[in-house]
């Protein structure tokens, strides 16, 4: 199948609400999901790698690896009590 073709038969997803929904969702459609969201992926990682290399190199990687498991551990422990206090 064509990405043309799998784009058509994702069209008109906003009415889910019609008798048509359940056509709507095919197997093709739910098959390009995961597809394009690791294309957006690798190709935010790839452009942000570039400009966090420059960073790094005015700063200093010692110390944004310091930082960066600084802000690692307090987003884990808001977590964990996000978590346990729910």
């Excluded at 009415?15 to 095919?26: H, K, V, Y």
């Excluded at 995961?34 to 190199?57: K, W």
């Excluded at 987003?75 to 206090?85: D, E, N, R």
Aim: net charge positive; hydrophobic share 50%; proline share 3%.
């Amino acid at each position: 199948m064509t990405p043309r073709s799998r784009s058509a038969s994702c069209k008109n997803l906003a009415d889910a609400g019609t008798a048509s929904a359940p056509r709507l969702m095919t197997r093709q459609c739910l098959e390009a999901v995961p597809h394009l969201a690791l294309a957006v992926t690798s190709a935010l990682t790839c452009t942000e790698q570039i400009s966090a290399g420059h960073f790094a190199d005015r700063v200093g990687r010692q110390s944004l690896i310091v930082y960066g498991m600084l802000v690692q551990a307090v987003g884990f422990v808001l977590a964990l009590a996000l978590f346990t206090a729910g």
